[in-house]
Each structure stands twice: as structure tokens, then as C-alpha cells.
């Protein structure tokens, strides 16, 4: 799927300052912490988004997967808008969700392309979550889409986490993007004890570690961009 260094383009030759391309999305989510708008939430997946097809828009027939990503940042924008203008609307709510299950499965699609799903660990984590689900969730919740939400989203997070965590690549790559995974589940799990069981003290976390999600994801796939534009094996275990 990669292409090798010497057909690269470089969009960036100061390839010392590359990472610090970085420092625009986590301004973007300190604007979006400090309340600025929906525009500076969107922020840290739009940025994605941009700076992956700078990198990737000559070879995104070759790096399919890349799409993949693109399509889960554009889903988490549409889901995010969403749930910030849910206003008590389940409707909105239940549509918010169905978008981020299609990002989860985006997510997934990418690393399904570049391994495999780890299924002791996607049974362990499963378990976890459908007790969690179940002693949790499903008492608080008496709507039956809710409900069914719910669950359909809880089973597409397990699968993208074990997905992530069989993918083959550098270790740098395949950690940075597994722990980008995880922060986005670990944030979901805060915003389903918050609105199903009104569990609120840890709802500052919600957004510092959705927004560090996406930026660690983005940083994952530059550091697959960049090895490769350096000619290295991105699979080296």
C-alpha cells in the first residue's frame, strides 16, 4: 500500500519543524475549551483532515486507508455538531451518535486495512463494556432507540480499539494511533455516564481528551508519512 520514499512529494522540506505543524490543532482545542464556538471545536478534525490530504493528495489511490481517517474526522464534525446542539432533542441526540459509530467504523476500516482485529483482547474489552452497559446504562435509559444506540455504538468501539491494537506498523505509529482510539472511547464512556446515569465530575475530561485523540491520530499518520518519505519500513515487527 505504501509508496516508497523516492516518489514522494515533500510539502514541507523544513522536515526539522515538521511535527510543529501539530501546535495549530492544539490551539484550535484551547480556543474550543475556552468556549469560542462550534467552528474551534471542529477544529482539531478539520485540521486532520487538511493536513492529511496535503500529505497524502498525490497517493490517496494508493493509501486508501488515509481516506478512511478523512472520513471518520468528517463524521465526528457532523456527529459533534450534533450533540452540542442537541438541546435536549433525542432526536439530534440518537443522530449524533449514529455519526460517531460511522467515524468508530472508519477508524476501524484503517486498521483493518493495515492488520488484524486482536479478538482475546475485543472479548475482554466487550465484556467489560456490556456489564458496564448493562449494570450502568441500561437501567438509566427508557428509550428503546436509546437503548439500541447505545449498544450498536459500544459494540463499533470495542472493534476499532481491537482492531487498532492488531494493526502492523512502526511502534511509534501503531502506539500513537492505538492511544488515540482509546482516549476517544474513553471519552465516550464519560459522556454515556453523564447523560444516561447524570454522572457529572468527570466531565472536564470530555473534550481535552477528544480533542488529544484526534491530534494523536493525526500525528500517528505523519510519522507513517514521514518514514516512508524517508525511505524506512513503516512495518518493522
Known amino acids: 500500500m505504501m509508496m516508497q520514499g523516492r516518489f514522494r512529494i515533500n510539502p514541507f522540506p523544513h522536515l526539522d519543524f515538521f511535527y510543529l505543524w501539530l501546535i495549530i490543532p492544539f490551539i484550535l482545542a484551547i480556543l474550543a475549551l475556552m468556549h469560542f464556538g462550534f467552528v474551534f471545536n471542529s477544529g482539531t478534525a478539520a485540521f ?25 474526522f468528517v463524521f465526528s464534525i457532523v456527529g459533534d455538531w450534533f450533540l452540542s446542539n442537541k438541546q435536549g432533542d433525542t432526536g439530534r441526540f440518537v443522530s449524533g451518535i449514529v455519526f460517531f459509530f460511522f467515524a468508530h467504523v472508519g477508524y476501524l476500516w484503517f486498521a483493518l486495512l493495515n492488520g488484524k482485529v486482536q479478538w482475546r483482547f475485543f472479548f475482554i474489552l466487550f465484556a467489560g463494556y456490556l456489564l458496564f452497559f448493562f449494570v450502568k446504562l441500561y437501567p438509566s435509559i427508557d428509550h428503546p432507540i436509546l437503548i439500541w444506540a447505545a449498544l450498536g455504538y459500544l459494540v463499533i468501539s470495542c472493534f476499532s480499539l481491537a482492531a487498532a491494537a492488531g494493526i502492523r506498523a512502526n511502534p511509534l505509529t501503531k502506539w500513537a494511533y492505538i492511544f ?58
Open 48 to 72: 486532520g483532515i487538511i493536513l492529511l490530504l496535503i500529505l497524502y493528495y498525490k497517493e490517496l489511490r494508493q493509501n486508501k486507508d488515509i481516506l478512511m481517517i478523512i472520513a471518520a
Open 180 to 237: 488515540g482510539i482509546f482516549l476517544i472511547l474513553f471519552s465516550d464512556t464519560i459522556i454515556a455516564y453523564k447523560e444516561f446515569v447524570g454522572f457529572e465530575e468527570l466531565n472536564f475530561l470530555i473534550l481535552p481528551t477528544y480533542y488529544i485523540a484526534h491530534i494523536t491520530i493525526v500525528f500517528s499518520l505523519m510519522k507513517r508519512w514521514l518514514l516512508t518519505y524517508m525511505g524506512t519500513s513503516e512495518i518493522t515487527e
